[in-house]
């Protein structure tokens, strides 16, 4: 399913976002590190016009994949920069 999604290129940052976190939710953190960066990549090369997301899709998005990164021990990049970042959690 995810294949032929991938091949349909949605505009909608939302359906990487939702491939991505059920990937996440698998413990495949690789996928779902590769649909959060398919899905930065979109709004990168689309025309804000023309991206059917707000701000605060855009943010969830990255926010999400600067999450995957840091569980994966990836080094912070320059999409990693626009969200602030994870606060550790600590034990109640």
């Known amino acids: 399913m995810a294949d032929h999604i991938r091949r349909s290129a949605p505009k909608d940052t939302d359906v990487y976002l939702f491939v991505a976190e059920n990937y ?9 590190h590769r649909w959060l960066t398919m899905g930065a990549e979109r709004i990168e090369r689309t025309d804000r016009q023309d991206l059917p997301v707000d701000g605060f899709g855009v943010f969830t998005l990255l926010r999400a994949r600067r999450r995957v990164r840091e569980s994966l021990g990836q080094p ?9 970042p994870i606060a550790p959690t600590t034990p109640a």
């Open 76 to 84: 912070v990049d320059d999409l990693d920069e626009l969200v602030p």
């Open 24 to 32: 996440e939710l698998a413990d495949d953190l690789r996928q779902a």
